[in-house]
């Protein structure tokens, strides 16, 4: 008795059954998002999970890749020294975002406060976020006591910021509030197509009479005529001991929609 070889399967068809399959399983992979979580308990060693979670943003960074989201657990984070990452003459950075879409929110229903009072390096400008990153989300917390401590003779500007956008595109900064320091609270060098929604910033003035000029609510200045679609909805400043909202230096239009700005140039004693 003689058997038949099989017939074998046309490459064609094997391609047809395979790339599909293939396709799919990349996709379900690309949908997966990782979560990582952040606590005033926490600690840069644990695993980044609900009940062993991180005690900074940078270390939530490391550990995150394109889709994840970052929860920031409720309480005041205690910031120094320490927790500089970066410099850039003359600015010293603490929160360096420089991945892409990566979220860092509040986790539900809880308020955290990122508190850098202790954050004074001597000689420097602080910036408590460096956005450099695109399409990552920062959502319901507080940045405090972001200090100036550049006095009069030392230099020639001495502002500090809350947050800075230098390059980062459609970032979302939604329900924050900073203020109670000495730096502006929201500014932009350059980027396209950044959004603050509902955000706060109040109770910022300077050092002396050196920065007292300097401290905004909000600033955008693109840096060039492309950096376009940036927009500032729905936020309120009040007594910054500068502008409520600053263009002085922008080279594409910038959308204030649905603002406030009131007793700003005052202290709170007037």
Known sequence: ??????????????????????????????????TYYVAPTGVDTNFGTSNSPFATIMRAQSAAVSGDTVYLRGGTYLLDNSNLTATNNPWAIVNNITKARVSYVAFPGERPVFDFSGVQPPGYRVTAFLVTASDCVFRGFDVVGVQVTIKVGEASNTQSECFRVAGGNRNRFEQLAMHDGMGIGWYLTSGQSNVV??????????????????????????SSTSGT??????????????????????????VIENCWAFYNGYFTNF
């Open 229 to 254: 679609g940036n927009v500032i909805r729905g936020c309120r400043a009040w007594f910054n001991s500068d502008d409520g909202y600053d263009l002085i230096n922008a080279k594409a239009p910038v």
């Open 197 to 222: 929604v509902n955000c706060d910033a109040y109770n910022n003035r300077g050092l002396d009479s050196l920065s007292i000029g300097n401290i905004d609510g909000f600033g955008a200045h693109p």
């Open 1 to 34: 008795m003689q058997f038949k070889s099989p017939i074998a399967t046309p490459p064609c068809l094997v391609r047809r059954l395979f790339l599909p399959a293939l396709l799919s399983l990349l996709l379900a992979v690309q949908g997966f998002a990782g």
